[in-house]
């Protein structure tokens, strides 16, 4: 059987286990390896159990580990289990791990319009650069490095732009890192079904009847929607149902509901993740206040519903206009005629938990019209 010499670079990792060491010789040559007693040509022997040597440092980056790595002829002196002493010496070195890419080579279909694809590997000295190595990426989409705050922390770059072209794109994207690289084919589809509405949903009430219909656009057929995720359900006594009709009471209310719907036409299907906030508080008063006049005494009332009392507050009222804190507005107009938008926050102070007050803060918009004739 063929002997090797004392070169062998062990697979274990540094400092983590003391290792056996074996030596088995019978004509001055050896194998040095970490494991269990073993004879060959019965002649073997063990002549230690020793501890590698600590790195003075960590390695530097994600995907980087110490080895090491035992030579002969040294004046490291380890004394064997059996009285003999052998000469053994260890050396370290870093080994990158090889670069993988993270995400898969099917990108699956998306809308025409904004598309966001985090990018990321792993391996490599942890440091990353991305390229474009063969096909074409969709027609207003590019591969960048400044990417978006909703990104996961561990991307490195991102496929970002707004698509313009239907079809199906193929391309190859390289990863370097470490003088290592990680090719892969991949595959995005553009397809011009998409949704209408925007993903941020008019806002919905505890204990209200809420119904919003969804809209399609640019679809081959008749359409289905879904709600696709146990992880993004609509709200609790909420349903959707498959003509894009989102309905029900909700029963529980939350800052901003996340919810993944899905929509297909027989030839494409697509995903997108819609918005809903859903509040214990209500503004029940109509969106347009009354007309007031220039110079004339003026008074409104704000009202809210909801469990407990409310505690109003107005921002960008017209000069000479002022709220209290039940919802009055009250004054004198003494600014020029115009249109203005008013901010109105009712926060509910019943909603109290251990730890502090919960507020459900509620902007919305109330307009006031000034006119020296009431009318503008």
């Given at each position: 059987?063929?002997?090797?010499?004392?070169?062998r670079?062990?697979?274990?990792?540094?400092?983590?286990?003391?290792?056996?060491?074996?030596?088995?010789?019978?004509?001055n040559?050896?194998?040095?390896?970490?494991?269990?007693?073993?004879?060959?040509?019965?002649?073997?022997?063990?002549?230690?159990?020793?501890?590698?040597?600590?790195?003075?440092?960590?390695?530097a980056?994600?995907?980087?580990?110490?080895?090491?790595?035992?030579?002969?002829?040294?004046?490291?002196?380890?004394?064997?289990?059996?009285?003999?002493?052998?000469?053994?010496?260890?050396?370290?070195a870093?080994?990158?791990?090889?670069?993988?890419?993270s995400?898969?080579?099917?990108?699956?279909?998306?809308?025409?319009?904004?598309?966001?694809?985090?990018?990321?590997?792993?391996?490599?000295?942890?440091?990353?650069?991305?390229?474009?190595?063969?096909?074409?990426?969709?027609?207003?989409?590019?591969?960048?490095?400044?990417?978006?705050?909703?990104?996961?922390?561990?991307?490195?770059?991102?496929?970002?732009?707004?698509?313009?072209?239907?079809?199906?794109?193929?391309?190859?994207?390289?990863?370097?890192?470490?003088?290592?690289?990680?090719?892969?084919?991949?595959?995005?589809?553009?397809?011009?079904?998409?949704?209408?509405?925007?993903?941020?949903?008019?806002?919905?009430?505890?204990?209200?009847?809420?119904?919003?219909?969804?809209?399609?656009?640019?679809?081959?057929?008749?359409?289905?929607?879904?709600?696709?995720?146990?992880?993004?359900?609509?709200?609790?006594?909420?349903?959707?149902?498959?003509?894009?009709?989102?309905?029900?009471?909700?029963?529980?209310?939350?800052?901003?509901y996340?919810?993944?719907i899905?929509?297909?036409?027989?030839?494409?299907?697509?995903?997108?993740?819609?918005?809903?906030?859903?509040?214990?508080?209500?503004?029940?008063?109509?969106?347009?206040?009354p007309?007031?006049?220039?110079?004339?005494?003026?008074?409104?009332?704000?009202?809210?519903?909801?469990?407990?009392?409310?505690?109003?507050?107005?921002?960008?009222?017209?000069?000479?206009?002022?709220?209290?804190?039940?919802?009055?507005?009250?004054?004198?107009?003494?600014?020029?005629?115009?249109?203005?938008?008013?901010?109105?926050?009712?926060?509910?102070?019943s909603?109290?938990?251990?730890?502090?007050?919960?507020?459900?803060?509620?902007?919305?918009?109330?307009?006031?019209?000034?006119?020296?004739?009431?009318?503008?």
């Amino acid at each position: 059987m063929k002997r090797r010499s004392l070169t062998r670079q062990f697979v274990q990792s540094v400092g983590l286990l003391a290792l056996t060491i074996l030596v088995v010789s019978s004509v001055n040559h050896g194998e040095i390896r970490a494991g269990a007693w073993t004879s060959l040509d019965n002649f073997s022997r063990m002549i230690a159990t020793v501890t590698p040597p600590t790195p003075s440092a960590a390695p530097a980056r994600t995907g980087q580990r110490h080895t090491v790595t035992p030579t002969a002829s040294t004046t490291n002196g380890v004394t064997a289990n059996l009285g003999v002493t052998t000469n053994l010496d260890f050396s370290l070195a870093l080994v990158v791990d090889p670069v993988v890419q993270s995400q898969g080579p099917i990108f699956g279909t998306m809308s025409i319009g904004q598309v966001e694809i985090p990018m990321s590997a792993t391996g490599g000295d942890g440091t990353y650069a991305w390229s474009l190595l063969a096909g074409s990426l969709p027609s207003g989409i590019s591969l960048r490095t400044d990417l978006p705050s909703s990104f996961p922390s561990s991307a490195s770059a991102g496929l970002i732009g707004v698509a313009t072209t239907p079809g199906t794109y193929t391309f190859t994207l390289r990863v370097t890192s470490g003088g290592l690289a990680a090719d892969q084919d991949c595959t995005l589809k553009i397809t011009s079904l998409r949704v209408k509405d925007s993903q941020v949903l008019p806002d919905a009430f505890v204990g209200t009847f809420y119904t919003y219909t969804l809209t399609e656009l640019g679809n081959a057929g008749p359409v289905t929607w879904t709600s696709t995720t146990a992880e993004f359900p609509v709200p609790a006594g909420m349903t959707l149902n498959a003509a894009g009709v989102l309905s029900g009471t909700p029963t529980t209310a939350g800052s901003s509901y996340h919810i993944g719907i899905g929509l297909a036409d027989g030839t494409d299907t697509v995903f997108q993740g819609l918005t809903l906030r859903v509040s214990a508080v209500e503004i029940t008063t109509p969106g347009v206040l009354p007309n007031a006049t220039q110079n004339g005494a003026y008074a409104a009332t704000v009202a809210a519903a909801g469990t407990g009392a409310h505690t109003f507050f107005a921002n960008g009222l017209p000069n000479g206009l002022s709220m209290n804190s039940a919802g009055g507005i009250s004054g004198s107009v003494n600014t020029s005629a115009g249109k203005y938008s008013v901010s109105v926050t009712a926060t509910d102070t019943s909603h109290i938990t251990a730890d502090a007050a919960e507020f459900f803060n509620l902007p919305r918009d109330r307009t006031v019209i000034i006119g020296s004739h009431i009318e503008v």
